[in-house]
């Protein structure tokens, strides 16, 4: 199984950018699907990006579409999510999964192991 660390995240005003990042160990994450959810208080996890094991293709939550960008580096066996235009309504606890297989998925059952999170808050 691939243990999986967040770090990254932090207070920003609004309007400001983050990048987290997601250090795996155990094994190499070049053939696993990874992916960023999030939680906010009170609400369920949701996704927010994946990108498959090459980076050929990425996939993006409505809400993050167009101020977010996932990434890897497998030789670094490290993933990023680069938030920009950061809102009040993106703080949460973002987490960092991964799912064995080709396939890229929005669901987090999909997923096979999860980091502990990073706490992202975005202040108005």
């Known amino acids: 199984q691939v243990q999986l660390v967040e770090s990254g995240g932090g207070l920003v005003q609004a309007g400001g950018s983050l990048r987290l990042s997601c250090a795996a160990s155990?094994?190499?994450?070049?053939?696993?699907?990874m992916g960023w959810f999030r939680q906010a208080p009170g609400k369920e996890r949701e996704f927010v990006s994946a990108?498959?094991?090459?980076?050929?293709?990425?996939e993006y939550a409505d809400s993050v579409k167009g101020r977010t960008t996932i990434s890897r580096d497998n030789a670094k066996n490290t993933v990023y999510l680069q938030m920009n235009s950061l809102k009040p309504g993106d703080t949460a606890v973002y987490y960092c999964?991964?799912?064995?297989?080709?396939?890229?998925?929005?669901?987090?059952?999909?997923?096979?192991?999860w980091g502990q999170g990073t706490q992202v808050t975005v202040s108005s």
């Open positions: 999964a991964a799912r064995g297989g080709p396939y890229v998925t929005i669901w987090a059952h999909g997923y096979d192991s």
């Open positions: 155990g094994r190499s994450i070049s053939r696993y699907v």
């Open positions: 990108i498959s094991g090459s980076g050929g293709n990425t």
